[in-house]
């Protein structure tokens, strides 16, 4: 109810108006740990004037842009884990994320957690919150619940490092972007992550920018981005030769200010910075590579057979695979047909012979395609209305 009550006040706002939410209204689950002197200490020498600290009831604030593409990018600022720099690591970057048409969403995490045994424990644990948040008001915050990213900077990259390896499903992010990350390699070893920590096979798409001259984060993000080429896994990584630690947005005059334009690029490759007019385009590119191959079945003189025989056989042998549940005689009818669909199949493989193609594998390229189709026009759908949404507003 306290969501239902806070969202029916913010959404009347402006859209260029940014909204803060808290994410725990019944207070944060745990308790923080007494805070150490080395940690004060810490705290004394490395904030600065826009820095917060002290956080024990963590926020959400949401930057909309004026035309929304439905992606969201939730940010998590650095700071050691010992305070947050929430502007040019924070809100900064959410204005950023706007003029792509991208809705950031800054993440004030709980701190210091640095005296924790996991520092990032409960950090990560608000950022489950936020990605929970987000998903659950997609439809009220124009956002595709499949397209919300997590970008980090310094702690905050090693937040993400842990969302997207050590959690599953709805826990993670679909894509992440590490900004000077680290701390999740063995002090000892560097060469390995440390115990407990690793890339599982369906880890979501990633982005690692980094200076080379920032201690041990260039071998961080490298080891990374080698464990996921290891196991085949979408990834991207700009090291620049020089530019410290903390740059974050700020133009410190070297080549590795580039990174938010070399960002972008990525996001817009991977498809998550979509227009109306992209989304044409590539409907338009599917529906000419299905005609494409409508057209070669039928050079080849095989009309529809082999598209239709192939899917028949397709949903044949799912319900045999599932066989347990039929009777003898439906089992018995299911074997026929399969077999009188395979000789189908032969035959039209004789005709193909002398292409490197087989009528199966031609089916599922088309109905592969079919599917993206489906899914662009479905993408295209969503952000028309959207941009409705907001011309109305």
């Given amino acids: 109810m306290k969501w239902s009550l806070a969202l029916a006040f913010t959404l009347s706002l402006s859209a260029a108006e940014p909204l803060t939410l808290t994410l725990w209204p019944d207070g944060p689950p745990g308790q923080a740990a007494p805070i150490s002197k080395t940690t ?27 035309k929304p593409n439905g992606t969201c990018v939730i940010v998590a600022p ?29 993440l004030n995490y709980r701190t210091p957690t640095r005296d924790d045994a996991a520092p990032h424990a409960r950090p990560v644990q608000d ?3 936020t990605l929970e948040i987000v998903r659950q008001h997609s439809a009220e915050w124009n956002l595709n619940p499949k397209r919300v990213g997590v970008l980090g900077f310094s702690a905050g990259g090693n937040l993400l490092a842990y969302l997207a390896c050590d959690q599953t499903g709805a826990q993670r992010p679909d894509f992440g972007v590490m900004i000077y990350g680290g ?4 002090p000892q070893d560097p060469s390995r992550f440390k115990e407990g920590f690793s890339v599982p096979s369906d880890a979501p798409p990633l982005f690692l920018v980094c200076a080379g ?12 981005y080698l464990e996921y080429k290891k196991k085949k896994l979408s990834a991207e ?21 580039q990174w938010p334009q070399r960002c972008a690029e990525w996001m817009d490759s991977m498809g998550w910075l979509p227009t109306i007019k992209k989304l044409d385009a590539a409907i338009e590119r599917e529906e000419q590579s299905l005609q494409v191959i409508h057209q070669t079945i039928q050079r080849m ?35 026929q047909r399969r077999v009188e ?23 599922t390229t088309i109905n592969q395609t079919k599917a993206r189709i489906a899914q662009l026009q479905d993408e295209r759908e969503k952000l028309a209305t959207a941009l409705r949404k907001q011309a109305i507003k």
Wanted: proline share 4%.
């Fill in 183 to 186: 701390g999740f390699l063995d």
């Fill in 301 to 335: 003189g095989c009309g529809n057979d082999a598209e239709e025989a192939a899917n028949e056989l397709l949903r044949i042998e799912g319900q045999l695979a599932n066989s347990t549940s039929l009777e003898t005689v439906a089992k018995a009818n299911l074997d």
């Fill in 40 to 66: 004060e200490e810490f705290i004394q020498k490395k904030a600065g004037k826009s820095t917060v600290t002290n956080i024990t009831s963590p926020t959400i604030t949401v930057y909309r842009p004026e």
């Fill in 237 to 257: 990584i700009h090291l620049f030769s020089a530019g410290g630690h903390g740059f974050g947005m700020r133009d410190n005059k070297q080549p590795i200010n």
């Fill in 213 to 224: 001259d920032d201690g041990l984060n260039p071998i961080a993000a490298t080891q990374l």
């Fill in 341 to 363: 669909l395979l000789k189908i199949l032969s035959a039209l493989q004789k005709k193909l012979k002398s292409m490197p193609v087989t009528p199966e594998a031609m089916v």
């Fill in 127 to 129: 950022a489950q919150k």
């Fill in 78 to 106: 650095g700071g050691g884990y010992a305070f947050l720099s929430a502007v040019h690591e924070g809100s900064q970057v959410c204005e950023w994320l706007n003029t792509l048409g991208v809705t950031g969403v800054l």
